[in-house]
């Protein structure tokens, strides 16, 4: 029988030599100088105490020791920013998270914020909303930048990465890792927003905030509860449930 044309090109790159060093070598160095280029001129111009060189190595940092996407980036994110660095109010990362919600790309949109708000509050001689807009830009590079070139330094091993059983199994447990991660997040945020007090605990040497029970917030509480039956027993799209629950916390807002 006749294989067809795209199973024979499949079965050919997967069947290829990998590329040689030469070429790791030349995306490497060509991706280095792409991402540190401009961090590295930011760093030398404000210096690395500034607000903006922080950034710019710790959204870097962010950016290799996170996995599993948008989510578990966000816990990390969200503990250095209010605990670590005092940039924002714990209150302030759930504002931030409602309005990525409202919007494509929540994990830019959050990064953003953060970086805008930290330098804004901490301009270091520039106007407020220079210095705002400059840690906007240096975060979403520090971020995304090193997306881009671990994609290509990896991308031509991707196909014979799948098909070693070691390795799927290694990922695995990253995955179910991941799942832990982003309940710890949802669990973080459901606290701050559904309580209107909060305690912080340090079991493990870490900040974790505890909701005080008595301070359950009726409203925030009905719209969780509606929006989660919806969705799970009425199949609502999450699109509809996300833009009537921001209508429904602004008319809240407005008349209480």
Do not use: C, K
Not at 53 to 77: D, H, I, N
Not at 86 to 107: C, D, Q, S, Y
């Amino acid at each position: 029988a006749e294989v067809p044309a795209a199973a024979s090109d499949h079965a050919e790159r997967v069947g290829s030599p990998p590329p040689g060093p030469g070429r790791a070598v030349r995306v490497l160095a060509a991706g280095l100088l792409a991402w540190w280029g401009p961090l590295a001129l930011v760093i030398g111009l404000r210096g690395a105490d500034d607000v903006l060189a922080r950034e710019a190595l710790f959204f870097s940092q962010a950016a290799l020791v996170t996995f599993g996407g948008a989510y578990a980036v966000l816990a990390y994110v969200d503990r250095a920013a209010v605990s670590g660095f005092g940039w924002l109010a714990p209150g302030e990362m759930v504002t931030g998270l409602g309005l990525a919600e409202t919007t494509p790309g929540p994990l830019i949109i959050v990064a953003e914020f953060v970086g805008f708000l930290a330098a804004y509050r901490d301009p270091g001689g520039l106007p407020p909303a220079v210095a705002g807009a400059l840690g906007a830009a240096v975060t979403v590079w520090a971020t995304f930048a090193p997306s881009f070139l671990l994609i290509l330094l990896g991308a031509p091993f991707v196909e014979r990465l799948r098909g070693n059983r070691r390795l799927t199994g290694a990922l695995s447990a990253v995955t179910a890792a991941v799942v832990g991660v982003i309940a710890n997040l949802a669990v973080a945020f459901a606290a701050r927003t559904l309580f209107g007090r909060t305690v912080v605990v340090r079991p493990f040497g870490a900040d974790v905030a505890l909701p005080v029970p008595g301070s359950l917030e009726p409203f925030p509480a009905a719209v969780a509860l509606v929006a989660f039956l919806g969705m799970w027993r009425r199949r609502w799209n999450v699109v509809p449930v996300v833009l009537a629950s921001g209508a429904a916390g602004w008319l809240w807002s407005v008349l209480r």
